[in-house]
């Protein structure tokens, strides 16, 4: 399952620019020890504050280690690159292997919950660009 820690050390697939964006669609709350936690957990970027780390501050590891990302999009700000985030799994894929009919239909289905300018302008596909091909 997907985590917010999973932020610290993902990259674009395309580009490797760091840290992607997370638009989180379903989640839910897991039952687990979090008591030896050491925090920060994260050594460079913290997903669930969407910051880098500073020396000195509290981060709320310990909540955000509960947390399982069911469906979300990934998202690169600077190549505009998405991938989604199915059943708690990261499909990073480069553009080649990606099947375009699976990603506009979680475009589709999610479209209430991503923002419009993933939806419009993201890569490698979006519902605007599928409109011109129709």
């Excluded at 947390?67 to 991938?83: N, Q």
């Excluded at 708690?88 to 999610?110: A, E, H, Q, S, W």
Aim: proline share 5%; glycine share 4%.
């Amino acid at each position: 399952m997907m985590r917010y820690w999973g932020l610290d050390v993902l990259k674009c697939v395309h580009c490797k620019s760091f840290p992607l964006e997370i638009y989180v669609i379903e989640k839910e709350a897991q039952n687990i020890d979090t008591s030896t936690v050491e925090t920060p957990f994260c050594k460079v970027y913290c997903g669930f504050l969407r910051e880098n780390i500073q020396q000195g501050k509290e981060y709320p590891c310990r909540e955000c280690i509960k947390i399982a990302i069911k469906t979300a999009v990934l998202y690169c700000p600077s190549c505009k690159h998405w991938y989604p985030i199915r059943d708690g799994i990261v499909v990073m894929l480069t553009d080649n292997k990606r099947k375009v009919d699976r990603d506009l239909d979680f475009l589709r289905t999610y479209s209430d919950k991503i923002p419009d300018f993933i939806l419009k302008e993201g890569l490698p596909v979006n519902l605007l660009s599928k409109r011109k091909e129709d």
